[in-house]
């Protein structure tokens, strides 16, 4: 929506005739924000409140010398798909959980265990989990919204696209209340993610990077 300036009226000189020149309208936070080439044409709030805080992955980064042209187009047709999504569930977080995201202190201790079950700390690592349970309903929606991209994304492949089908495999209960979901920085590419936490203690997720920080 394109707010409009209250209309003022400049005195004009004795004696002059005409009107004061139109008042111009305010651009709105998209225009003020230089948006990635990948931005959806109308981003949303939740997606512009992001875009002030993390720093917007170029499509050129995904391209492998390596690779053939046809995965280079597929990775950027998957990014296009996933990364607003994953813009618009970080939107939704409030300004607290991007306060704690952007002031902790770097650290993995107990977050996410590779195959080994480690617990040591990363160092330069960061992140924001929310129990599955304790997200807002717009929040909860957001993050819906985003694991049907990652699933819309990876349509066609070998494996399962279904994103909570991967969860359950990884360990999550059937109500997800051992699942937090949130957002990881290591230390400077930001991914979502989402920690399980396993009878024994161990925790294991799954993460996917759409930003920088």
């Given at each position: 929506?394109?707010?409009?300036?209250?209309?003022?009226?400049?005195?004009?000189?004795?004696?002059?005739?005409?009107?004061?020149?139109?008042?111009?309208?305010?651009?709105?936070?998209?225009?003020?924000?230089?948006?990635?080439?990948?931005?959806?044409?109308?981003?949303?709030?939740?997606?512009?409140?992001?875009?002030?805080?993390?720093?917007?992955?170029?499509?050129?980064?995904?391209?492998?010398?390596?690779?053939?042209?046809?995965?280079?187009?597929e990775a950027t047709r998957e990014a296009t798909i996933t990364w607003p999504a994953a813009y618009?569930?970080?939107?939704?977080?409030?300004?607290?959980?991007?306060?704690?995201?952007?002031?902790?202190?770097?650290?993995?201790?107990?977050?996410?265990?590779?195959?080994?079950?480690?617990?040591?700390?990363?160092?330069?690592?960061?992140?924001?989990?929310?129990?599955?349970?304790?997200?807002?309903?717009?929040?909860?929606?957001?993050?819906?919204?985003?694991?049907?991209?990652?699933?819309?994304?990876r349509e066609g492949r070998e494996f399962d696209h279904d994103y909570l089908v991967d969860l359950?495999?990884?360990?999550?209960?059937?109500?997800?209340?051992?699942?937090?979901v949130g957002f990881k920085a290591n230390p400077h590419y930001v991914g979502v993610i989402s920690?399980?936490?396993?009878?024994?203690?161990?925790?294991?997720?799954?993460?996917?990077?759409?930003?920088?920080?």
């Amino acid at each position: 929506m394109v707010a409009i300036a209250p209309i003022s009226f400049v005195p004009l000189a004795c004696g002059s005739r005409g009107r004061p020149p139109a008042p111009k309208a305010r651009p709105t936070q998209a225009a003020q924000t230089a948006l990635p080439e990948w931005a959806p044409k109308n981003p949303s709030p939740a997606f512009v409140r992001a875009l002030k805080v993390l720093k917007p992955l170029p499509l050129s980064t995904l391209r492998s010398a390596g690779a053939s042209e046809a995965q280079n187009a597929e990775a950027t047709r998957e990014a296009t798909i996933t990364w607003p999504a994953a813009y618009e569930f970080f939107g939704t977080l409030s300004d607290e959980q991007v306060q704690r995201f952007l002031t902790r202190e770097p650290d993995w201790r107990n977050a996410i265990a590779t195959e080994r079950n480690e617990k040591e700390p990363r160092k330069g690592w960061r992140r924001v989990l929310i129990p599955m349970k304790s997200l807002t309903p717009r929040q909860r929606r957001a993050f819906d919204n985003w694991a049907t991209a990652w699933g819309k994304a990876r349509e066609g492949r070998e494996f399962d696209h279904d994103y909570l089908v991967d969860l359950y495999k990884t360990g999550a209960t059937r109500d997800l209340s051992n699942v937090r979901v949130g957002f990881k920085a290591n230390p400077h590419y930001v991914g979502v993610i989402s920690c399980i936490t396993k009878p024994d203690g161990t925790t294991n997720g799954i993460c996917s990077d759409f930003a920088l920080l």
